[in-house]
């Protein structure tokens, strides 16, 4: 990486400059090819490692934990991006932290790339493989290590699934907040590198701000303690650099994290409309009102039918434009107030009806139905693009208008499922990916949805990460200025770029993608090659 | 004090070249306190960077051996808001006459609110704006600022005594409401930095949910102007609450308030705030608030009544109180020397107290704050423990008379500060030291030195072994900042090393981990 001032003073990295590191993944994204890091030392994919190197990862972790079979290696191939794929040369599963830092050791000297992943359920392309690299997995490090109920706190191994850790405290009436829809499947280490959220992060905070502490393998083969219980403040935030970095500054193998304890009451209200700008508008009420409900989602037609006709069968009502799923926590008076104010902002926006969950079990099937919503979409399609966009609460009628536009003009069918409460969307898309020319229009549609986000002061991702998906459109948000401190910081962790090398940070220059894609351009992507 | 250099300093050269790019730079002070105090006062974020940028080009100029000493670093840059966390810097400084390679980045001129979004709930303003004002902005459209951090401070003779949002967020000065809505770093959304490498740098945004990139800023959350400086940041912010009650019950015990207040805590009772302190009355006062909807705030509060005793104040008079347990922090602040020692117990917090203002260049009484961190169920043996060695050091020296030190103690969250004179020319000795540091280990809670003489702050906060997050600090601070332009001084006066206790004590100075998971072995 080369510096060198600028006429007006500053320095500028050329952060484009640099020899061919790895090659890409393959896919409809089109990001084959270079990534344009300066990574010379890198091996060529395609030669596979060396013999020496697989004897030693075998006799640190056994054949439990090491993965050299081709078609078992096939089915780490992608993340839940499935239009981006790469073959891993090796897949490893390290048993605790000491086996981890071993193998990351080993790969390093080796400078072999190394993607992290934890249930592969990220939608950004986060944990595809690289071409001939390593993907490091936490599938073996699935113990919660100790919950501390009087202090609520709680150190697991980063492969512990999210709802696994909700029912290890339930009984001492305690929770973990963040619950993203894939909490079924989705590690706390993967929420960990992605800041993930969830319907209830409206009023909680998303992942970030439930980190107290973690147990680090950087990019060497070092373990490194983060913070801790009654210790997270200690010398600069890192913590909070590396929740939301995606893989790209160290493997998590434990993460010590905030519980909090069950609240007094919870009620769970399914508002009706007949109209889904109503049901906007209703929402940007409700924030402008400072209500503090848990969770405010909303869920438009096609998601309720497709929901509705699946197992999940929540009891949402067919013939509604749209419904409002708020659920309110807190003490009994608190909850009873903030229901009141919540029926009453949606009577005055026109709501068909306001149904309350008459027990848990109403509740769980309300939710169940929000969270298996994507799945259901299935039953529409046999692909669905998942957008993620976030905006300002006061725009989500305006970003919603456009995506539905944008949708139609292209003959494309788009359904709504978003976190309103906190103004992030997910237009998704239904598509069948055999058809290129609708695949095509898909990928236009979604760049266009992200940029009139950023047009109106959103950014480009509110849960899922930036990843392979939205690399280059980085770009939109951020100048090469914004992306070169990024990089510099990513760089002093990993220098030598083995961990997640090619995500996030765009190939080229800024100045070389500024340019808008007016509407009905082809996009610069390629169209998938259908797999023989 | 040293005798004023014959030759022209380096910051004063500093200041020329940037007065020729259209940066204003101003001396204070005076020659018989051994030179001018250098500050620039950009106008806008591309000012700062433009300085650092300048600062690299004159680095370079001055490589030299001849020009510079090589034991000495060619310049320092120290940016600051209202000024009021100055007096670590101050001390260091002045040990060794480091002034006139040092150059204050004042960000007076840096004020404004760029964008408040009440339907969003989110706020961005310059870094120079004091926090004061921004929450007046916010409070005329519903919303609270959080942290509730004091509004003013001592100052050591630059700077306008009024906390800014940089100071707030480069300092990362939690404030009680830590209990109820987190610490600092969970309210800022995103910022703009003058980096060391002399651009201007963004990351984050201006959403309450929002993971795109790296988050680089939070670095400077809590980095104390010691990797850069925040031009600009953009805060989430709270609804105000409908109501407000504190519960008060006061001459209590140490140990009895606290026991109390970690009584509250199990009980999942939703508190906003909490307090223990003695710089109130007599003897120890438990304060607890609640806020909220009103019919849950009337509830909670008799539950509290019953529960505690005390008295109760509602609404406008709670509040008033509640600013009032916030100041008390003044009684803490590193300047705050002279106040602390006199043992006053109420003060107001306005910098216009002539006695509050410190000689920029010395300070003839020393207080010793110590701040104390652990996980709230062991916070009422950690405080009994640290306040009978502050008692017996009293006695030791002052053996006529006992004098409580001063504390302070946010119990939901388990933060502590004790405050006590230490009289010049008194040395704790360094077995004092580590007894308690070993005291403290021994029950799992984190200590650090706030503020008092450079070498026992240093003995305090070095006594602890070093982080394992060293590791990825010294990489840090040599990736964005290799020139050591925002570098931590240490007592020496040059930048300390990386990794060295020193270089941490001069940074956060207060909080080094006794981690005993550290050592995990490879």
Request: charged share 25%; aromatic share 4%.
């Amino acid at each position: 990486m080369r510096q060198r001032a600028s006429p007006d003073g500053a320095t500028a990295c050329d952060r484009s400059e640099g020899r061919w590191g790895v090659s890409g993944t393959t896919g409809a994204l089109g990001r084959s090819g270079p990534f344009g890091d300066d990574w010379s030392h890198y091996p060529s994919p395609r030669m596979p490692l060396a013999p020496e190197l697989l004897r030693r990862l075998r006799d640190l972790l056994g054949d439990a934990g090491l993965i050299t079979d081709v078609g078992r290696r096939l089915s780490y191939e992608s993340d839940g991006l499935s239009l981006e794929r790469g073959l891993a040369e090796v897949v490893l599963l390290p048993a605790d932290t000491r086996e981890a830092a071993a193998a990351m050791a080993l790969l390093y000297e080796a400078r072999v790339n190394v993607v992290p992943r934890g249930a592969g359920t990220g939608l950004s392309g986060g944990a595809t493989p690289i071409d001939g690299g390593a993907v490091i997995g936490t599938a073996r490090m699935r113990k919660v290590l100790h919950v501390d109920t009087i202090d609520r706190w709680a150190r697991v191994q980063a492969g512990v699934v999210n709802v696994d850790l909700t029912r290890a405290c339930a009984g001492d009436g305690l929770f973990y907040a963040p619950d993203p829809s894939s909490q079924q499947a989705c590690t706390i280490g993967g929420n960990v590198a992605n800041n993930s959220g969830g319907p209830h992060c409206f009023r909680y905070g998303s992942t970030g701000r439930h980190v107290l502490g973690l147990t680090v393998v950087t990019a060497t083969g070092e373990v490194l303690e983060l913070g801790g219980p009654g210790r997270e403040d200690e010398g600069l935030d890192l913590i909070g650099l590396f929740v939301g970095s995606e893989g790209m500054l160290g493997l998590a193998t434990e993460v010590v994290v905030r519980l909090l304890p069950a609240p007094e009451r919870v009620e769970t209200l399914l508002a009706l409309f007949d109209d889904l700008d109503a049901c906007c508008d209703a929402v940007s009420e409700m924030i402008a009102a400072r209500l503090e409900p848990s969770a405010i989602e909303i869920l438009d037609k096609l998601t309720i039918q497709a929901v509705e006709a699946s197992v999940l069968r929540a009891g949402y009502p067919e013939d509604a434009e749209a419904v409002l799923l708020i659920d309110v926590d807190g003490g009994n008076e608190e909850v009873a107030a903030t229901v009141e104010d919540i029926l009453a902002i949606c009577m005055r926006r026109g709501a068909l009806e306001v149904r309350r969950a008459a027990d848990a079990g109403e509740r769980k099937k309300l939710w169940a139905g929000r969270k298996g919503a994507f799945g259901a979409m299935g039953r529409i399609a046999p692909d669905l693009y998942v957008a993620d966009v976030v905006a300002p609460r006061t725009k989500l009628r305006q970003i919603v208008t456009y995506a539905t536009e944008v949708a139609r003009e292209r003959g494309l069918k788009l359904s709504n499922v978003f976190h309103a409460g906190d103004g992030n969307l997910h237009p998704n898309i239904s598509y069948d990916r055999r058809n290129t020319d609708e695949v095509r229009r898909v990928l236009e549609a979604g760049d266009l949805i992200m940029q009139r986000c950023v047009d109106l002061g959103g950014a480009l991702t509110g849960e899922h990460g930036v990843g392979l998906e939205k690399r280059e459109q980085m770009c939109m948000v951020y100048s090469d200025v914004d992306l070169d401190e990024m990089t510099r910081a990513r760089r002093a962790l990993d220098s030598a770029g083995i961990l997640n090398p090619g995500k996030l940070i765009p190939t080229r220059g800024c100045r070389e993608v500024r340019t808008r894609r007016p509407h009905g351009h082809a996009p610069a992507v390629q169209p998938l090659e259908v797999p023989r | 004090m040293s005798a004023p250099h014959a030759t022209l300093g380096i910051a004063a050269e500093f200041a020329a070249r940037l007065r020729a790019v259209d940066i204003d730079v101003v001396a204070t002070g005076d020659e018989s306190n051994g030179g001018a105090i250098w500050r620039a006062l950009p106008q806008d974020g591309h000012a700062v960077a433009r300085i650092v940028a300048e600062a690299h080009c004159f680095q370079d100029e001055h490589a030299s051996p001849e020009a510079v000493p090589a034991s000495h670093p060619a310049l320092r840059l120290v940016p600051f808001g209202g000024g009021t966390r100055l007096a670590r810097v101050r001390a260091d400084l002045a040990r060794e006459d480091t002034f006139d390679r040092v150059l204050f980045v004042d960000l007076a001129l840096l004020t404004g609110v760029i964008e408040y979004e009440p339907g969003d709930g989110t706020l961005t303003a310059r870094a120079g704006t004091p926090w004061e004002e921004l929450a007046e902005v916010v409070a005329a459209g519903g919303h609270d600022l959080t942290p509730d951090a004091t509004r003013r401070g001592a100052t050591l003779g630059i700077g306008s005594g009024r906390s800014t949002l940089g100071g707030v967020l480069g300092s990362s000065a939690s404030g009680p409401d830590r209990l109820s809505r987190g610490p600092v770093r969970h309210h800022v959304l995103g910022a703009e930095v003058a980096t060391a490498s002399g651009t201007l740098a963004r990351s984050g945004g201006r959403l309450v949910k929002n993971v795109t990139g790296f988050d680089v800023f939070r670095l400077h959350i809590g980095a104390r102007g010691t990797l850069g400086v925040l031009t600009e940041a953009s805060l989430r912010l709270m609804p105000r609450a409908e109501a407000d009650a504190i519960v008060v019950v006061d001459g209590l015990e140490l140990e009895g308030a606290l026991v109390r207040a970690e009584a509250l805590r199990r009980s999942g009772l939703t508190l906003r705030a909490s307090w223990v302190t003695n710089v109130m009355r007599e003897g120890f006062t438990l304060a607890v608030h609640t806020s909220g909807r009103a019919r849950q705030v009337e509830r909670d509060t008799r539950a509290l009544v019953a529960t505690l005793g005390g008295r109760r104040l509602d609404g406008d008079d709670a509040r008033s109180l509640a600013r009032q347990l916030r100041d008390t922090q003044v009684a803490f602040a590193p300047d705050d020397n002279r106040l602390a020692a006199s043992g006053a117990a109420t003060h107001d917090a306005g910098p216009a107290s002539a006695h509050k203002r410190a000689n920029l260049l010395g300070a003839d009484s020393h207080c010793l704050v110590l701040r104390l961190r652990c996980v709230p169920s062991v916070a009422a043996d950690v405080a009994t423990a640290a306040r009978a060695w502050c008692v017996e050091r009293q006695a030791h020296v002052l053996s006529s008379q006992r004098i409580e030190p001063h504390f302070l103690a946010w119990p939901g969250v388990a933060e502590m500060r004790f405050a006590l004179p230490i009289p010049l020319g008194d040395a704790v000795t360094e077995a004092a030291v580590s007894a308690l540091t070993e005291r403290m280990r021994a029950v799992g809670a984190t200590l650090g030195a706030e503020s008092g003489p450079p070498t026992l702050r240093a003995t305090f906060n070095g006594a602890a072994p070093a982080c394992q997050t060293l590791l990825w600090e010294n990489a840090l601070r040599a990736g964005l900042d290799p020139r050591g332009l925002f570098a931590p001084l240490s007592a020496s006066g040059a930048p300390a090393p990386p990794g060295t206790p020193a270089a941490l004590e001069a940074t956060h100075g207060s909080v080094l981990g006794t981690n005993p998971r550290s050592a995990v072995k490879p």
